[in-house]
């Protein structure tokens, strides 16, 4: 279904508040909705959010199958992967809202503030914090308070870099169909907030 940015979000706000209450609407993933979906998908958002367990964004915004695009990927970062993901929402989906989700508690952003070494890959992906971390910690931030800045300047950046690094959401943005939202979820309340 297409709603425009005012109601998409609008509908992710009520479908968080059912969660946080305990009262989600009755599930309805069923044989008839999969075969409904199976042959095409029109979601009304798009979520970019960490891969984190505790982070599933239709649990926590009372949706199902074929309701949310959703991206998930540690720490919540922006990769040409992700941009050109947007970018199939927004272009052959006709995706109106693009929320950028932060959490707290994130394990990634956790080891990018901490000295732990690391191996692999994900040293990779911890290097691409680095520099808000740098910067946190010369403002004076520490202990949690620092991985709570860290994650939500992130998503700060990634507001501005996703039209950036798109011609493509850049221009949908510029002609006014489109919005990019920010949200930060705490997962010991289960709540949504809507600003940084």
């Not at 199958?65 to 272009?91: H, K, N």
């Not at 929320?99 to 994900?122: F, K, Q, T, W, Y």
């Not at 202990?143 to 860290?150: I, R, T």
Request: net charge negative.
């Amino acid at each position: 279904m297409i709603l425009s940015p005012t109601d998409a979000l609008r509908e992710l706000k009520e479908g968080n508040a059912r969660y946080v209450a305990g009262a989600p609407r009755p599930w309805r993933a069923n044989a008839e909705l999969r075969a409904e979906v199976s042959k095409d998908q029109s979601p009304f958002a798009c979520i970019v959010t960490c891969s984190d367990s505790r982070v599933p964004p239709e649990i926590l915004f009372d949706q199902t199958i074929g309701d949310l695009f959703v991206i998930r990927i540690a720490g919540t970062l922006l990769t040409p992967e992700v941009v050109g993901s947007v970018e199939f929402a927004v272009e052959a989906l006709d995706v109106k809202l693009v929320v950028v989700m932060a959490h707290s508690n994130c394990g990634a952003i956790r080891a990018a503030v901490s000295d732990l070494p690391l191996r692999g890959a994900v040293v990779s992906v911890i290097a691409r914090l680095s520099s808000i971390v740098a910067i946190k910690k010369r403002q004076g931030f520490t202990g949690d308070e620092l991985a709570s800045e860290v994650s939500r300047q992130n998503t700060r950046n990634m507001l501005e870099q996703l039209p950036e690094q798109s011609p493509a959401i850049y221009d949908e943005l510029s002609a006014g169909p489109i919005a990019i939202h920010p949200a930060y979820y705490d997962v010991a309340t289960g709540r949504v907030s809507w600003t940084l």
